[in-house]
Nanobody
């Protein structure tokens, strides 16, 4: 059974950093592309970063480009999102998602097949 479990969320001050993780199980991580999405209260889910199965294909939403870094460790079956220079508008529940599809780079929810339960990230002073 495919399972994605996020961790590492929490409260951080503006300008701070946080790394969230997504542990995958139940399938061969190597074959999947992954994405990180976020959803703030009252807003639609937004794709923020995606990484292909080959690791060399990486895409970011303009809102996080230069501040967030997505990476994967196939040996640990884990995908990471390093978030720097966090701002209050980054406050949201962060979800990881997986897909075998090639349109992962569009960072659209409908292109992803499996989802984690989410982890809360709050940026506040």
């Amino acid at each position: 059974q495919v399972q994605l479990v996020e961790s590492g969320g929490g409260l951080v001050r503006p300008g701070g950093s946080l790394r969230v993780s997504c542990a995958a199980s139940g399938f061969n991580l190597d074959r999947y592309a992954y994405g990180w999405f976020r959803q703030a209260p009252g807003k639609e889910r937004e794709g923020v970063a995606g990484i292909g199965a080959g690791e060399h294909s990486i895409y970011y939403a303009d809102s996080v480009k230069g501040r967030f870094t997505i990476s994967r460790d196939n040996a640990k079956n884990t995908v990471y999102l390093q978030m720097n220079s966090l701002q209050p508008e980054d406050t949201a529940v962060y979800y990881c998602a997986a897909t075998t599809g090639w349109r992962f780079y569009k960072l659209v929810s409908s292109e992803y097949d499996y989802w984690g339960q989410g982890t809360q990230v709050t940026v506040s002073s």
